[in-house]
């Protein structure tokens, strides 16, 4: 069964970055695309980006098109969320999860409405967050 966890958050000035890590087990993650989530307290869980299993296509919300960057290593079993000119209002708790492969709209198509109301049923594994707070 595979297994997601992540790390690399903390505390951070607004405009400055970080770079956050999901490392799987249990299963190679070459078979999955991954998603990258974020929730804020009372707020529910919107999409941030996603990369398809091979790495050669990738989405981003608009809040956050520009200034992250999604990549993966297979070799590794890693993907990365690169975070640059972060913002108060990326505050969050940020989760990766691995896309059902039979997903209805598979995340690497989805439009601005998906990400703000993601299919979360259809992300069947998912690590247990890891706390972004972007504050000065």
């Known amino acids: 069964q595979l297994q997601l966890v992540e790390s690399g958050g903390g505390l951070v000035q607004p405009g400055g970055s970080l770079t956050l890590s999901c490392a799987a087990s249990?299963?190679?993650?070459?078979?999955?695309?991954i998603g990258w989530f974020r929730q804020a307290p009372g707020k529910e869980r919107e999409g941030v980006s996603c990369?398809?299993?091979?790495?050669?296509?990738?989405n981003y919300g608009d809040s956050v098109k520009g200034r992250f960057n999604i990549s993966r290593d297979n070799a590794k079993n890693m993907a990365y969320l690169q975070m640059n000119s972060l913002r108060p209002e990326d505050t969050a708790v940020y989760y990766c999860?691995?896309?059902?492969?039979?997903?209805?709209?598979?995340?690497?198509?989805?439009?601005?409405?998906?990400?703000?109301?993601?299919?979360?049923?259809?992300?069947?594994?998912w690590g247990p967050g890891t706390q972004v707070t972007v504050s000065s």
């Open positions: 999860a691995a896309e059902d492969p039979i997903a209805t709209v598979p995340c690497t198509k989805w439009g601005i409405q998906d990400f703000s109301r993601p299919p979360i049923s259809e992300f069947g594994s």
């Open positions: 249990g299963f190679m993650l070459d078979f999955y695309t």
């Open positions: 990369i398809s299993s091979s790495g050669d296509s990738t």
